[in-house]
């Protein structure tokens, strides 16, 4: 089973051999097979990414390389997948992309105003329970909506867990991520990685603690 998470010396991003683990994938699979599954636009999108990250590293924020990537590709037409609760961030990316020379085209995830009780979801349920109408996000539909528009390159940003999945899943188009959803460490997930050990502790037992057993 690869395990590369438990890998301490990543001998792979050195062009050893020395300090694999057992499992290692590079020892399973050989460079010819790896590059065998690029096809020619895979590759040309891999050499592309390559260049935008020595040109900007450590100076352009993640906003200035997905602009720089979709330069070099020569993507015109950008879609943005957003979350509601992050509408005014994508009206300022939008507008940000727009100045850029991009032509710019959005699908909000409460597209289509779908009732929450059409998935089986109850009132009782709802995230705002007080309210007697919730539209469910849809997923599906912002992928379906970007991709009728021809996007060249799509970009999520602020998606919920699982609806993320469910656009990547359905979207055709090239996408990449500005950014997902954390409302609690304002959208910076990471973030409960660096203090696991700390002050988050709990997401070592966060399954046992809600559902009892692991």
Not at 36 to 55: I, P, Q
């Amino acid at each position: 089973m690869a395990n590369c998470a438990d890998c301490k010396g990543k001998p792979c991003s050195r062009g050893v051999t020395a300090g694999r683990l057992p499992d290692c994938p590079c020892g399973e699979y050989s460079k010819e097979e790896m590059l065998g599954l690029y096809s020619e636009e895979d590759m040309r999108m891999a050499t592309e990414s390559a260049k935008v990250e020595a040109e900007g590293y450590g100076k352009n924020t993640r906003v200035e390389e997905i602009m720089d990537y979709a330069w070099k590709l020569g993507y015109k037409k950008i879609g943005v997948a957003f979350c509601v609760g992050l509408s005014a961030e994508a009206a300022t990316f939008a507008a940000i992309l727009r100045s850029n020379g991009f032509e710019v085209c959005s699908a909000c995830c409460k597209n289509c105003s779908i009732p929450k009780q059409e998935i089986g979801i109850t009132q009782e349920q709802f995230a705002h329970p007080q309210f007697d109408f919730e539209a469910m996000c849809n997923p599906v539909g912002q992928a379906k909506i970007l991709d009728d528009e021809n996007c060249d390159l799509v970009v999520l940003l602020g998606l919920c867990v699982g609806h993320d999945t469910l656009f990547i899943r359905h979207i055709k188009a090239p996408c990449t991520v500005l950014a997902v959803k954390d409302r609690v460490l304002a959208h910076n997930p990471i973030g409960a990685l660096y203090t696991a050990n700390t002050f988050l502790n709990r997401v070592y037992s966060f399954i046992k603690n809600k559902y009892g057993k692991v």
